[in-house]
């Protein structure tokens, strides 16, 4: 399973990366207004803080915007995945922009249906947005499943990069399901990482024994 950090903080970002723990980094234009440098300032410093592929989102509904956004993005570093929002005009774009060869992640997805048409019109990425399926009712595991099921039937390419995680039980759930990629807040990727008390026990204990073995060995 890829994991991926969702999250526009610089910090965050050099934190878990350098621990070596991070795929990618997906970030919305929420997170990024609620930084201290605007995106002109701010997407160069991401880039500098991790050397993995970067989700930026276009902003706006209008297809042409979102083009026009994503060719900036792309030309300032092949290293930006372009975030297109999965509304009529934003498939318009990622059909574009496959065609140019340019990688999209398809986001702010709820429906099978999304993910199909994405997929097809050659998103590379799908994002579910698990926590906020469950608030309009859907079952996002069952959605979720399905969705990997028709992209595997359907031979599709595209990968589902599960979004808006907010439980660490839902990551093995979606690996158990076949799902390939998380994108995690820095609060969950914490939680996922950290050590075991029963395994922390277990090193202090091999190490106590060898230090000990070493005190009579010597
Ligand atoms: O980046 C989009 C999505 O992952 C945000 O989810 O749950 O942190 O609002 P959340």
Redesign the pocket.
Known sequence: MQFWL?SADVRSIKRFSTAGFVHGV???P??ISKQSHGPEILIPELLKAFDGPLAV?VVGDMTDGMIHQAEKLYELNPRILIKIPVITEGYAAIAYLAKKNIPVLA??VFKTQQALIAASLGAQYI?P????MEEQGINSLREIENMQLVLDNQGLEAELMA????NITLIETMAEIGVSHV?L?PEIFEQYFSSFAETVYANDSFTKHWLEYLEISA
């Open positions: 969702d997906t970030t919305n929420i997170m989102q986001t702010a994002a947005y698990i926590h906020y979004a808006s995680v907010r994108t807040s």
